[in-house]
């Protein structure tokens, strides 16, 4: 297990916490189809205490998600927060204000009311996943910025990163391939939340409107998603050099090559695919059908991983720069050294552990349907 070994399974473990990521992001897709699904406040009161049992899930996941990414590879820290420090200031806002609504919503004294937290959720829901999937698409269309390493000996100047324009990682919403992966993730987390309400809520007026909500939000999921991976196949992509892991080239059709180099990551957004296609189609099809979330969330581990494993391996360059090739970030380059990845990894095999406490608690609370009359009667609810 060298170096190199190293380095590649970190990727595969920010892919895999990726992947996780995405399917939990129905927390912030459920956020924004409180007032679609449910037509009195008590039912919008249900739909809000289903999502407020997982959304810290979401939020730890990000967390973990973020903070194993930057540990891992801390170059890519500091081209990031240094240059495109807005997209992420925003994302982060995005994120907190959601603590605070499920904090705050329904606690005595609120001088807000409840629409207020509400607004701050839909504004999670929304802001918080495109922006999230715009970030994400960087590592596949890149961003402008200039990696100076000499710098860190320079007292006067030991700054080794600089951003090529005044937006500072705003500039990104306009890219065409960043903004369908980031459409892709709304309304998958939307498609992904009407599956988890159908599942969780014994209410059959919600269950009814949120099949239909299934129905709506998987049709432009599928186009974009489809949009998305067919520029991501004709993209190019720079590699570096196996051997001294410093020379960059652009090779056209990187990613659909890469695919194809690795036919286990290929086979793995198949059946992905395959799963969340399967949840979707049951669920709409077959009205007896409530475990379309289970389909749909294995699916979309799957295939997320499998996206996310072609932009760092295969030699890929998992943050090209628009304006200084060289520059480019790749997992060879902008990795931490040997003894904190070591480090790192024997932490990491404690994972497995998180996700069975994860798993259990999950089945715990989601052990019978949530109703009215439990909300009604609960002084705790969100």
Excluded at 10 to 32: A, K, Y
Excluded at 143 to 150: A, D, L, T
Excluded at 313 to 332: C, E, G, K, Q
Aim: aromatic share 16%; with cysteine.
């Amino acid at each position: 297990m060298d170096y190199t070994f190293f380095q590649h399974y970190w990727w595969f473990v920010i892919s895999l916490l990726g992947g996780i990521l995405v399917f939990l992001l129905f927390v912030q897709g459920g956020q924004t189809l409180i007032h679609q699904v449910g037509k009195t406040a008590l039912e919008q009161t249900v739909l809000i205490n289903a999502l407020g049992r997982k959304w810290e899930f979401t939020f730890t996941t990000l967390v973990t998600f973020g903070g194993a990414l930057f540990a891992a590879f801390p170059l890519y820290y500091a081209v990031s927060f240094g240059g495109a420090y807005w997209l992420w200031m925003l994302i982060l806002f995005c994120f907190i204000i959601q603590a605070v609504s499920y904090e705050f919503r329904s606690q005595k004294g609120n001088l807000y009311g409840k629409r207020t937290y509400e607004l701050f959720l839909i504004i999670n829901g929304i802001g918080g996943i495109i922006l999230l999937g715009v970030a994400v698409g960087l590592f596949f269309s890149g961003g402008e910025f200039v990696v100076s390493r000499g710098n860190l000996t320079n007292p006067g100047n030991p700054v080794i990163t600089t951003w090529g324009n005044a937006w500072r990682g705003l500039e990104a919403i306009t890219q065409p391939l960043n903004l369908l992966l980031g459409l892709s993730l709304f309304f998958l987390a939307r498609t992904q939340a009407a599956l988890y309400f159908i599942n969780s809520i014994d209410n059959e007026a919600i269950r009814i409107r949120s099949r239909h909500q299934v129905l709506v939000n998987a049709v432009p999921f599928l186009i974009l998603f489809l949009g998305f991976l067919f520029f991501l196949l004709r993209s190019s992509g720079y590699t570096y050099d196996p051997i001294d892991k410093i020379q960059l080239s652009l090779n056209t059709f990187h990613y659909a090559f890469s695919f194809l180099d690795m036919p286990v990551v290929l086979l793995m957004l198949i059946i992905g695919t395959g799963l969340l296609l399967g949840g979707i189609f049951l669920t709409c099809f077959n009205p007896a059908f409530k475990k379309g979330i289970w389909f749909s969330g294995c699916g979309t581990v799957l295939a997320v991983t499998a996206i996310l494993l072609v932009a760092g391996w295969n030699h890929s360059a998992f943050f090209p720069s628009r304006i200084d090739p060289s520059s480019s970030l790749t997992i060879a380059n902008a990795s931490s050294s040997l003894f904190t990845l070591k480090v790192m990894s024997i932490v990491s095999l404690l994972i497995p552990f998180v996700m069975l406490y994860i798993f259990k608690v999950w089945n715990v609370i989601n052990k019978t349907p949530l109703t009215e009359a439990e909300i009604q009667g609960n002084d705790h609810s969100y």
